[in-house]
Nanobody
Framework: QLQLVESGGGLVQPGGSLRLSCAAS????????IGWFRQAPGKEREGVSC????????NYADSVKGRFTISRDNARGTVYLQMNSLKPEDTAVYYC?????????????????WGQGTQVTVSS
């Protein structure tokens, strides 16, 4: 059974850092593009950062460029999102999702498999 499990969320002060992990089980991560998405209360789910199946191609939402870094370790079946210089507006539930393909647009409709999400709260 294909499963994605996010971890690493929590409460952090503005300017702080968190690293989110997305662990895959039940399938071979190598064949999937992976995206990180987030959804704040009352807002639509939005793409944060996405990475191709081999890791050679990445993209970021303008709001997180220069602060967030996506990476993957296919041998470990895990994708990471390093989040630095966090701001209150980064507060949301963060989801990882998988698309069976080399690369996909970083929009929710392109992704078929989703984790349960992890809460990130940035507040003093």
């Amino acid at each position: 059974q294909l499963q994605l499990v996010e971890s690493g969320g929590g409460l952090v002060q503005p300017g702080g850092s968190l690293r989110l992990s997305c662990a895959a089980s039940g399938f071979t991560l190598d064949y999937y593009a992976i995206g990180w998405f987030r959804q704040a209360p009352g807002k639509e789910r939005e793409g944060v950062s996405c990475i191709s199946s081999g890791g050679s191609s990445t993209n970021y939402a303008d709001s997180v460029k220069g602060r967030f870094t996506i990476s993957r370790d296919n041998a470990r079946g895990t994708v990471y999102l390093q989040m630095n210089s966090l701001k209150p507006e980064d507060t949301a539930v963060y989801y990882c999702a998988a698309n069976l393909g080399v690369q996909a647009m970083c929009v929710p409709r392109e992704y078929d498999y989703w984790g349960q999400g992890t809460q990130v709260t940035v507040s003093s």
